[in-house]
């Protein structure tokens, strides 16, 4: 079965608004990444985060490992957030699983 | 800051044809991978390698070959294209020894006909 679950799938909020992005995972980790795919589709890391939590600006990564759980919190969401949110797990070394991702939308 | 750069941005094949994809890192970098990105599946590794002249297989190997001719340089190879290959094509850098942060070229989008 697949190793990582994004939820939701989709998300469309109000500029201002907040979002919780959920990462569930079933295997152990070693580490587990967050990126933003732009809409043009590039790739950017946000986090590099195996344990606890993270901030960065308006974002917060929280993992959680004993709960094989990881989630992104979007603070004061702006247009410019909209894109696709990936998380990914390294269930071992070096490989990288990905989870399908949310896409999130943001309206002004 | 750290730079991936893919060639082609953006390619369109025969089928049976050969592709090559090409990737070059000027971040030092010991690890690159290869993924492909399919509506629905995410991305998914194909190969990866962590020292000049060696790879490794990743999930999804079956269909493509690669290269590492050199630290900086990582090729994705297909011998005989596929309609099935057609997808968005990423390769990545990591710095394993220290933060594992792994970062993206702009992606190579493959279209076989």
């Known amino acids: 079965g697949q190793q990582v679950q994004q939820s939701p799938a989709s998300l469309v909020l109000q500029e201002g608004e907040n979002a919780e992005l959920q990462c569930n995972f079933s295997?152990?980790?070693?580490?587990m990444q967050w990126f933003y795919q732009r809409p043009g589709g590039s790739l950017v890391s946000l986090f590099y985060?195996?344990?606890g939590t993270k901030h960065s600006g308006r974002l917060t990564s929280t993992t959680v490992i004993k709960e094989r759980r990881s989630s992104l919190h979007i603070s004061s969401s702006q247009t410019t957030d909209s894109g696709t949110y990936l998380c990914?797990?390294?269930?071992?070394?070096?490989?990288?699983?990905f989870g399908k991702g949310t896409v999130l939308l943001v309206s002004p | 800051e750290a730079a991936v750069t893919q060639s082609p941005r953006s390619k369109v094949a025969v089928t049976g044809g050969k592709v090559t994809l090409s990737c070059h890192q000027t971040?030092?970098?010991?690890?690159m991978y290869w993924y492909r990105q399919d509506t629905g599946h995410g991305l998914r590794l194909i190969h990866y390698?962590?020292?000049?002249?060696?790879?490794e297989k990743g999930d999804i190997p079956d269909g493509y070959k690669a290269s590492r001719p050199s630290q900086e340089n990582f090729s994705l190879i297909l011998e005989l294209a596929s309609l099935s290959q057609t997808a968005v094509y990423f390769c990545?850098?990591?710095?394993?020894?220290?933060?594992?942060?792994?970062?993206f070229g702009e992606g190579s989008k493959l279209t076989v006909l």
């Open positions: 990545a850098s990591s710095d394993r020894a220290n933060t594992g942060q792994l970062y």
């Open positions: 990914a797990l390294e269930p071992g070394y070096n490989k990288l699983t």
């Open positions: 985060n195996p344990s």
């Open positions: 295997t152990s980790l070693n580490s």
């Open positions: 971040n030092n970098h010991d690890y």
């Open positions: 390698s962590y020292v000049a002249d060696s790879t």
